[in-house]
């Protein structure tokens, strides 16, 4: 139900909700390896994970929903 989008000039990933409340923010040192500036998105909904490439012609996943806890 969110929708994620990349930011390249604030060097992130944000998912919002649809009423457009910002649920999540994903900055390059939340992922391993880091990210550099996010381009493409998609959303792999049966591995629950957001896939993204960055200006390095990287691949990158981090999970849909935070951990509980």
């Known amino acids: 139900g969110s929708i994620w989008v990349t930011v390249p000039v604030e060097h992130e990933l944000r998912a919002y909700a649809r009423d457009g409340k910002l649920l999540r923010?994903?900055?390059p040192v939340e992922t391993t390896p880091p990210f550099e500036t996010p381009l493409g998105i998609a959303v792999d909904e049966p591995a629950?994970?957001?896939v993204f490439?960055?200006?390095g012609g990287r691949l990158h996943r981090?999970?849909?929903r935070l951990p509980s806890g």
């Open 53 to 55: 490439t960055d200006l």
């Open 25 to 27: 923010s994903v900055k």
């Open 62 to 64: 981090v999970p849909l």
């Open 48 to 50: 629950a994970r957001v």
